[in-house]
């Protein structure tokens, strides 16, 4: 029978994770009585240990699902706590304070919580059973107590003892069964004592002739009857040695002294049918848990059937059957996104990087002209204005050649984009591309539902770029260092340099068109932007003079539309500056070389575009390739071989999506795992069955 017993405690253990659900567990004891009616100390007999937190300030807050189990060939006795993880507990006194800081751990003004602590406790000395201590009831609640604790604990003690669970209710021999607060709880809930055992414990406090009454109490009859018990030596030095708080095994000296007390009794004598002692209340628990257990296999593996039902169905229906575990989602995730990169990787190559490359390098090239050739300093309104203003007198300025002004502009500007720190700035401009591209193909995976993926995988990106970027720099840098000293430019990088400059200066007078189109919305229409503008034309050509700087508004203009018509004059010279050079860039003039001073805009492509072939070159060499290589190999540490078993679930779950498919899957097979169990134990049962009845 024993085996029975033990198999049903582990299905009960099983069932626990899969969900708290009443119909979905098998019964087990439930221990209630009041404080000091002697609880603990008939638990710590029937363990053999004191393991229960003690201390005047209701230290028992929250249930114990306490599963005992007996380990008949091992000498070791040990507990554990399952939710916390921990290995073996051998020190009973570790256990009690464990018991005690989880028990405490539940703020006093909650006073109790239903949360339960599991605590299994291995022993050859145990029998198998499966016992749940609730806090003790109380009578009045103490000054430092809330005052709706009484009902709190009662109201904990009701959901536990509901049918099938079995009631062992405490009550000491002492107090008046009538006052029995135990025993009153567990006549509202079994009215007929049908489930309910009594055990009357300090039977050595009242005389014997009393003692076996109330064992043999008819008046609160019981189907289960009552044990009468005695779990604590009488108070002389030498037994009390035996009962030392945190000493070793107890169970020893608990028996003997019961035994010497109801032997020397003749009211519990044999004859006198009554049970007493620890050992027969410990034996008479088995077989009545084992009875309950058994009786409400059949309906519990209904339930379970039921439920597994349910979660095959909506396994079928919601997830099409696609088996799932959080490694196995993380391994396809990251196989994907391995896919994705280098699908992208083998798109984002050298060509691309020369295209992002140019496009900066025309950028600077843009700004260096409008610094170098296309600006005037600014007249009357200058302190408010941007810097720069776009006219210039160069086209009509020496058409010949002769003036070395030109020839001192074109060198320090050639010299200005060499020197502007290429090596960091195409390092850079390439090592945020790539930057961008993961987040965007983060983004597009499944890793965007996870902060934790997308951190790890950001992280690893942005590491990689960085150390290659240091050096990289720096020996591009180098690469280019011959370009600060002399740049020859061959006819046909001349004729390619002046198609693109024309082209960059044609979208660049777009970008500017359509500023101002904006700005004409902004202000109100075209009209009033000119007429903002012919007044600021006539400040600046002196024609009307400003009283104070203009700051707070002037010629019945506003200061903001004064700022916004400065603009709009800064972006007409710059589209009129634009045409005309982009006229220059196509006249026959800019088709020679030779005459490169006349045509700054076509040399300086023709040094940018240098500048980016060595680029180019370079960095797909070593930024891309290296980072292609190294990308996937740290994607691999950081969310494969890296990771514990974990942090793997931590990170499946993250995806509320996945963790309700993962949640169907567990359960499914932890209900079938269940059901297999339950099938093995009717195998066992049966074989019982057969074995008993052949003897
Ligand atoms: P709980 O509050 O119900 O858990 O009660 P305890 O087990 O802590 O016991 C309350 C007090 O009664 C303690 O001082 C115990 O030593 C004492 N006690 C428990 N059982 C017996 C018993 O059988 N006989 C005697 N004389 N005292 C007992």
């Not at 502009?409 to 960091?424: F, I, M, P, Q």
């Not at 290659?468 to 690469?479: M, Q, R, T």
């Not at 010629?555 to 005309?580: N, T």
Request: charged fraction near 30%; include cysteine.
């Amino acid at each position: 029978m024993m085996m029975l017993t033990r198999k049903m405690i582990q299905i009960r253990g099983l069932l626990q994770t899969v969900g708290q659900s009443d119909s979905l567990t098998l019964p087990s004891i439930v221990v209630i009585g009041s404080q000091s009616s002697g609880k603990s100390s008939v638990l710590e007999a029937i363990v053999g240990h004191e393991f229960l937190p003690k201390g005047s300030n209701m230290v028992t807050r929250r249930p114990i699902e306490l599963t005992l189990v007996n380990t008949p060939d091992a000498h070791a006795e040990y507990g554990e706590f399952p939710a916390l993880g921990q290995a073996r507990i051998t020190d009973f006194g570790q256990i009690q304070k464990t018991l005690t800081d989880l028990n405490l751990a539940v703020p006093p003004e909650q006073c109790v919580s239903d949360d339960p602590i599991q605590l299994r406790i291995y022993s050859p000395n145990v029998p198998d059973l499966s016992l749940i201590d609730l806090p003790g009831y109380i009578q009045v609640t103490g000054r430092d107590q809330p005052p709706e604790l009484k009902e709190k604990i009662a109201e904990l003690c009701d959901k536990y003892i509901k049918a099938p669970n079995v009631i062992l209710a405490i009550s000491a021999a002492d107090v008046d069964m009538a006052n029995s607060t135990a025993l009153r709880a567990s006549r509202r809930v079994d009215p007929r004592g049908e489930r309910t055992l009594g055990v009357i414990t300090k039977m050595d406090l009242v005389d014997p002739e009393r003692g076996a009454s109330l064992l043999k109490d008819q008046k609160y009859a019981l189907r289960l009857g009552y044990v009468g018990v005695v779990c604590r030596a009488p108070s002389n030095a030498s037994s009390s040695k035996l009962f030392h708080r945190g000493s070793g095994n107890i169970m020893q000296a608990v028996t003997k002294n019961e035994a010497a007390y109801f032997s020397s009794h003749p009211e519990f004598g044999p004859d006198s049918h009554l049970a007493v002692g620890t050992k027969s209340l410990r034996k008479k628990l088995m077989h009545v848990l084992e009875q309950t257990m058994a009786a409400s296999l059949k309906t519990t593996a209904e339930a379970i059937q039921r439920e597994l039902a349910e979660a095959t169905y909506e396994y079928k229906v919601q997830y099409n059957e696609r088996p799932l575990s959080a490694e196995s989602y993380l391994a396809e995730s990251l196989d994907a996104f391995k896919h994705a990169f280098r699908g992208f990787s083998e798109q984002f190559g050298r060509e691309q990087v020369r295209e992002l490359l140019k496009h900066e390098l025309d950028q600077q090239v843009l700004n260096l002209l409008a610094q170098k050739y296309w600006n005037r300093p600014f007249d009357d309104l200058s302190a408010a204005v941007p810097e720069s203003d776009p006219l210039s007198g160069l086209m009509k300025a020496d058409p010949q050649g002769q003036n070395q002004i030109w020839q001192i502009k074109l060198d320090s500007s050639s010299a200005a984009l060499t020197k502007l720190g290429v090596g960091r700035l195409a390092t850079s401009v390439v090592a945020n591309a790539l930057q961008a591209h993961i987040d965007r193909l983060i983004t597009q995976s499944r890793f965007s539902a996870h902060p934790f993926a997308r951190q790890a995988i950001t992280e690893a990106s942005t590491s990689i770029l960085k150390d290659l970027s240091y050096d990289i720099a720096d020996e591009l840098e180098i690469c280019i260092k011959p370009y600060k000293y002399r740049i020859e430019v061959e006819d046909h990088e001349w004729a390619k340099g002046r198609d693109n400059v024309a082209k960059v200066l044609k979208e660049e007078l777009k970008v500017c068109e359509d500023a101002v189109k904006r700005l004409e919305e902004q202000m109100g229409g075209r009209k009033k932007v000119k007429d903002v503008m012919s007044f600021i034309d006539r400040v600046r050509s002196g024609q009307v003079v400003l009283e104070g700087d203009g700051v707070g508004g002037a010629g019945g203009f506003s200061a903001a539309l004064l700022r916004k018509g400065r603009e709009a004059v800064f972006l007409r010279d710059r589209v009129d500056v634009l045409k005309m050079r982009l006229m220059a860039v196509k006249s026959k003039q800019c088709a020679n070389k030779k005459n490169k001073y006349h045509c700054p805009e076509v040399f300086l492509d023709a040094v940018a575009d240098k500048l980016t072939t060595t680029a180019d070159l370079f960095l797909d060499a070593e930024l891309l390739s290296k980072f292609y290589y190294i990308f996937p190999r740290e994607l691999d540490a950081r969310l494969g071989r890296g990771l514990s078993q974990a942090e793997i679930d931590r990170f499946a779950r993250e995806d509320p999506k996945i963790r309700r498919h993962l949640d169907v899957v567990r359960r499914k097979e932890l209900l079938e795992h269940v059901l297999k169990e339950m099938e093995s134990l009717r195998q066992l049962e049966a074989r019982e069955k057969r074995y008993s009845a052949r003897l």
